[in-house]
C-alpha cells in the first residue's frame, strides 16, 4: 500500500514466486483477488476499467496521504469507476499527530469521498507525537463513523505494528485488513489478506499490491448490488426526542434511499441536537430500517433514522403511595424504558419489593401512551422509575 516497502522487501521477493504460481489465477475466475491501488498505477482508462470490473469484486483507492495530501490519480479514477459501476472503497495513509489531528484526517477523508463503500485507516507509520496512539485510532475512527453510519470502517497494518501502536484500538473497528507477505494465511484474525505487492493485473498491465477476501465475502464491503431497496414514505406527525447520545447526523434525504445516494448532504450536526424535543411530519421504511423528517422549534434538522430517536416523555408531579403487585413483572430503573437517555440501568428488583408500599413522587408518561411510570422510594431509600403496570 505505500509507495516504499523496504520493510517487507526480503519476505515479498521469497514469496513472489509462489504467489505467482498458486494464487496469479483469473480473478474473473474466483474474484478472491481485491487490488489497492493509488496515483503510483497512474490514471486508468475506461478500456482499463472495463477490464478490471470482471477482475475484482472491488478496488480500494488511496485518497490522501496525511490531510493535507490529495491523491493526484483519485477523482479521475473514482470517476470512470462510478461510470461503470465498480464498487470502491477508499483508503487514508494516516500521518495523524494527536487525536484532534486524527479526527481532522478522518472529516478530510470522508469530505474527498463521501460516496466510498467502505473507509480503511491505513496507519503504519508511527506519527502520533500528542497523546495516546490508540487514543488517536479510535478518534478517527469515532470521527469518520458519525459520518458514514453503518458502512463498514477497516483498519490496517501489519501485525508487529498493530500489537504495538493500535491493539486496543482496532478492537473497535469492523475489521483487521493484515498485511503480511506470506504464502500461508496468517493465523491472525482478519477480513482481508494482502499477501503481495507483486500480483499482476491483466487489466492494468502491471503489478501491484493485492489481497484475498478471507472471512467475509464480498458484499459484506461493500453490499449486495443486485438488491435494490425500495422507499416507502408516509405522513407522520409526532412529538420524539433525540437520544443523549447517538453518532448520526441530519442529512436532506434518507440515506438508505438509492435515488439520492449521490445528492446526500448533512444539514444538521446530530452531536449539537441531542436530548431535544423534536416534531416530525414525515416517516420513511426502507430495508426494514425506519427514518423520520425532523424539526427543532421549527427549524429544519433533517432526516434521520428511528435509532438515533425516543419517545417524548412529560413528567408531572405525583404525591402518595403504591402498592406493588405479589408478583411484578418490571424492575426498576435509574430512567423511564426506552427513553433517550444514554445509560439506563436497572436499579432494583421488582421481585424484592413484592406487597410493599411505596412513596411515589413523580410520574411520567410517554407520547401515545396510557400508563405512568413512577418515581418511586420505600422508607426514604430510593429505588428508581417502575412502570404503573406492576402496581395493584
Not at 24 to 32: F, G, I, P, T
Not at 135 to 159: C, H, M, P
Not at 338 to 345: C, E, G, L, P, Y
Request: proline share 2%; hydrophobic share 30%; with cysteine.
Amino acid at each position: 500500500m505505500r509507495f516504499y516497502r523496504f520493510k517487507y522487501l526480503i519476505m515479498s521477493l521469497a514469496v513472489i514466486f509462489i504467489s505467482f504460481l498458486c494464487i496469479n489465477l483469473s480473478a474473473n475466475a474466483d474474484q478472491k483477488n481485491v487490488y489497492d491501488l493509488s496515483e503510483w498505477q497512474g490514471n486508468f482508462t475506461s478500456a482499463q476499467v472495463q477490464q478490471l470490473k470482471n477482475e475484482v469484486p472491488f478496488v480500494i483507492l488511496r485518497v490522501q496521504y496525511g490531510s493535507e495530501y490529495s491523491d493526484r490519480t483519485f477523482q479521475h479514477n473514482k470517476n470512470l469507476l462510478d461510470q461503470y459501476h465498480v464498487p470502491y472503497g477508499v483508503y487514508s495513509f494516516s500521518q495523524y499527530e494527536s487525536v484532534s489531528d486524527a479526527k481532522n484526517e478522518a472529516r478530510v477523508l470522508y469530505n474527498r469521498a463521501p460516496n466510498a463503500k467502505f473507509y480503511v485507516n491505513d496507519y503504519e507509520d508511527q506519527t502520533v507525537k500528542s497523546g495516546d496512539t490508540n487514543d488517536a485510532t479510535l478518534a478517527w475512527l469515532n470521527e469518520l463513523r458519525s459520518l458514514v453510519g453503518n458502512k463498514k470502517i477497516l483498519f490496517y497494518s501489519y501485525q508487529n505494528f498493530m500489537l504495538n501502536y493500535a491493539a486496543e484500538a482496532i478492537s473497535s473497528y469492523d475489521g483487521y485488513w493484515l498485511a503480511a507477505y506470506q504464502s500461508n494465511e496468517p493465523e491472525r484474525e482478519n477480513v482481508l489478506w494482502q499477501y503481495t505487492d507483486h500480483y499482476y493485473s491483466p487489466a492494468l498491465g502491471k503489478y501491484i499490491d493485492s489481497s484475498l477476501l478471507t472471512s467475509k465475502k464480498s458484499s459484506w464491503f461493500i453490499g449486495n448490488p443486485t438488491v435494490v431497496l425500495h422507499t416507502k414514505y408516509y405522513r407522520d406527525n409526532q412529538t420524539l426526542m433525540t437520544k443523549s447520545s447517538f453518532n448520526e447526523d441530519f442529512y436532506n434525504h434518507v440515506v438508505s434511499d438509492n435515488k439520492y445516494m449521490n445528492y446526500l448532504k448533512i444539514t444538521s450536526r446530530g452531536s449539537n441536537n441531542r436530548a431535544k424535543t423534536v416534531t416530525t411530519d414525515c416517516k420513511a421504511v426502507v430495508g426494514g430500517k425506519v427514518f423520520y423528517r425532523c424539526y427543532y422549534e421549527g427549524k429544519y434538522l433533517g432526516w434521520i433514522s428511528s435509532d438515533a430517536l425516543g419517545p417524548h416523555i412529560s413528567y408531572s408531579k405525583a404525591n402518595g403511595t403504591k402498592n406493588v403487585k405479589s408478583n411484578p413483572s418490571n424492575n426498576f430503573y435509574n430512567h423511564v424504558m426506552n427513553s433517550h437517555f444514554k445509560n439506563i440501568n436497572m436499579t432494583a428488583r421488582g421481585s424484592e419489593y413484592a406487597n410493599k408500599k411505596l412513596t411515589v413522587t413523580q410520574k411520567a408518561k410517554k407520547n401515545g401512551w396510557k400508563s405512568y411510570y413512577y418515581k418511586c422510594y420505600y422508607k426514604g431509600k430510593y429505588l428508581g422509575w417502575f412502570y404503573q403496570g406492576s402496581f395493584k
